[in-house]
């Protein structure tokens, strides 16, 4: 009986520990095999399983996003073979390549990304989804003209999971937008204008969107009237402006951006004319500043540019 007893006591053992095994065993495989994507809905209603933790990132004209997120892009946007990149983002950009703005196949595939994010629905229009979603998950992020930089900078946010990083990011902006606004307001009204020269021919920004959203939304700058006149009309972020119309700009100051240096347009005596030109108001920005750009680094470069000329 004793040797029974104790052969029983073996066996369930041997059946306690057998049973134990492959519990740990199943808790092992779950935690080796638990899934390292995700499905998030992109804009055009895609599901797509993205990295939670994407390494190689490809995001045309999106980097102002990822770097504010801190994922340093692949490739990064370029035009004219190079000659166009974003220029204010040189630094964090360094090393990165360029890729044209078009995003030909073969050179997505050569950069080896492991997520693909579209800042356009026309960029996968017409069958081009399905070829990018062959080299990697592609997303397409919120876009088009009633989307705002934030909207889809939160959207960009939930295609790489750092919606904790948006925040924050997000948070710091606004509190330089408030300290930034509430000076602006003790200095006095400021009526103020972009500009943007090229081809001897002279654009102005549309209220709603790029730096006029920063202006007149965010900053709460005076608007004067040719421009709500030109943004009622308006059919994208610039607009053509006649000189004869410039001349009576009622702006206090104008933003020069990114413009043409020698256009015949600036020794016109209509232009030496118009009220903010002759006050000497005029304030210049090259093709290395973030005028014709938008998202969290862009704009709060912007406002420091801003701060600079009109809290003298």
Known sequence: MRLVKRWQGIKLGLVVGLACSLLLGACGTTKQTSSTTVTRTDYLKHKVKVPKHPKRVIGSYLEDDLVALGIKPVVQWSVKNGSGTQEYLKKSLKGVPLIDYSLPYEAVTKAKPDLILMGTSSAVA??????????????????????????????????????????????????????????????????????????????????????????????????????????????????????????????????????????????????????????????????????????????????????????K
């Open 126 to 311: 017409n069958g081009k989804y399905a070829q990018y979603s062959k080299i990697a998950p592609t997303y397409v992020v919120k876009n088009g003209t009633n989307v705002t930089w934030r909207q889809t900078f939160l959207d960009v946010a939930k295609a790489v999971n750092r919606q904790a990083k948006a925040k924050k990011v997000l948070a710091k902006y606004d509190q330089k937008v408030a300290t930034t606004r509430k000076a602006l307001k003790k200095s006095g009204q400021h009526k103020v204008a972009v500009l943007w020269v090229t081809n001897n021919t002279a654009y102005m920004v549309n209220d709603s969107s790029a730096s006029g959203a920063l202006l007149y939304g965010d900053l709460k700058l005076g608007e004067p009237s040719l421009v709500k006149q030109v943004s009622k009309s308006a059919t994208a972020d610039w607009s053509a402006v006649s000189l004869e119309k410039l001349v009576k700009l009622d702006a206090d100051d104008i933003f020069l951006v990114n413009s043409q240096k020698g256009a015949a347009l600036f020794k016109d005596p209509l232009w030496k004319n118009i009220k903010a030109v002759k006050n000497k108001h005029l304030y210049q920005y090259g093709d290395s500043s973030s005028w014709q750009y938008s998202g969290p680094i862009a704009y709060s470069q912007m406002i420091d540019m801003v701060k600079k000329d009109l809290l």
